[in-house]
């Protein structure tokens, strides 16, 4: 790399300074002024940025919603994508009775439940009929809406809020989903069962924490 | 379940009372045409309902599509063109969302439906939708050019969206549509817990 050479300076007149084009970039970079970023976000975007957001603020939603998408790839078509479907559409309903001021008993419990038995099935690959995955399915996914129901922050714009926070959810399931196409190598058949007793004991946790 | 019913009734009956437009249109710079069409643009509401009557005609083949791409932008304008004669603009919340959910779940259910039925449900989400924007359109100096560009921009976006859905052949393109309808059958329930809390 050549060097560039600079002007000597008054206090080192007659010595020669030498400044790689590197460190000339780095001052210079260092030097530009910053824009101010000092706003908040509007109501449209911050509606939107906040129902995405909210779906992945809570490790117990997370460790659920990516559970659907694991146990979906481990149980394979339909369930892979039934189970997605029939997800947001019970959370949906469970957000409605949320947002309604409907109660729902034990709703923590609930939701820490889900990530148990939802570990428990991916970490026993049990089979079940497809039925019964949706009512599973189905069943936990009320509380989780729920929940999200009564913790809906008012004053955003609401079509943004919830088409950020369906989006957030769907793309949670899809990160399991494609996590879980491991399955189709023994290893990764060994490794998905040992991400089932990850969630299982995520929600063992999270259900003493519901209790205690 | 009976109490949590007579719970919701009121606010249902809430919910069903048609409120007054209170939008305006937005300056595109480029004249009251495109002021219509961006207004369609930047309404998330009509584009969901513009997306799901899209991806369900298309999904229902050739013939339903071909209906809607009619049906939808000339009831949509033609409701708004006489909201604005009439100098009235109301739009019953509660029907959109209503309306959203039953798109949203027919495309969840891969329900193909005949074209004339296709073609009544587009005609009536385009009634639904295109009173509520006569009430940005009555507050616009020149709201019936600005009504011909949002029906401009509702047939462009109807053909093109059902254009692709018709087009989808491979298994898992069926699928993603489904898990689309899905989400806006969810978003439309969301929606409805919003409006019946008041808050939308």
Do not use: C
């Not at chain 1, 399931?173 to 995520?202: F, K």
């Not at chain 2, 993603?176 to 919003?194: D, F, K, N, P, Y």
């Amino acid at each position: 790399m050549t060097d560039i050479r600079l002007p000597p300076s008054r206090s080192t007149r007659g010595n020669q300074r030498w400044i790689s084009p590197r460190n000339l970039l780095a001052v210079l970079v260092l030097l530009a002024p910053m824009t101010a970023l000092a706003h908040l976000e509007g109501a449209a975007a911050g509606g939107f940025l906040s129902g995405m957001s909210h779906p992945v603020s809570g490790l117990d939603h997370v460790l659920a919603m990516v559970a659907v998408g694991l146990w979906g790839a481990q149980l394979g078509a339909p369930a892979i994508w039934l189970l997605p479907v029939a997800f947001p559409l019970m959370m949906a309903f469970g957000g409605l009775l949320g947002l309604t001021g409907v109660e729902l008993p034990a709703v923590e419990l609930g939701i820490a439940l889900s990530a148990v038995i939802l570990g428990a099935l991916i970490l026993g690959a049990i089979r079940l009929p497809i039925a019964a995955a949706l009512l599973i399915v189905g069943f936990f996914a009320v509380f989780h809406g729920h929940a999200h129901g009564t913790e809906m922050t008012a004053g955003q714009s609401a079509i943004l809020y919830s088409i950020g926070f369906v989006i957030a959810t769907g793309l949670l399931h899809a990160l399991g989903i494609a996590i879980g196409l491991i399955e189709r190598w023994q290893v990764g058949r060994v490794a998905l069962r040992g991400a089932g007793s990850v969630v299982m004991a995520g929600g063992l946790f999270f259900l003493w924490s519901a209790l205690a | 379940m009976m109490r949590a019913a007579v719970r919701l009734l009121p606010l249902a009956l809430l919910a069903g009372v048609p409120g007054s437009a209170q939008a305006h249109l937005v300056n595109s710079g480029l004249g009251p045409f495109y002021n219509g069409m961006l207004h369609l643009l930047l309404s998330p509401g009509d584009l969901l309902a513009v997306l799901a009557v899209g991806l369900l005609a298309g999904q229902s083949g050739k013939a339903s599509a071909r209906w809607v791409t009619i049906a939808l932008p000339l009831a949509w304008g033609g409701v708004a063109l006489a909201g604005l004669a009439l100098g009235t603009a109301a739009g019953p919340g509660s029907v959109q969302v209503a309306l959203l959910i039953l798109l949203g779940v027919l495309v969840a259910a891969g329900v193909q439906l005949s074209p004339s039925v296709m073609a009544s449900l587009g005609a009536l989400t385009g009634l639904v939708h295109g009173l509520e924007n006569a009430g940005a359109f009555v507050a616009s100096d020149s709201g019936l050019v600005a009504v011909a560009g949002a029906a401009a921009a509702v047939l462009v976006l109807t053909l093109l969206i059902a254009a692709l859905a018709v087009s989808l052949r491979a298994a898992w393109t069926r699928i993603a549509l489904r898990v689309g309808g899905s989400w806006i059958a969810a978003i439309g329930m969301l929606m409805l817990g919003w409006l019946l809390q008041g808050t939308s």
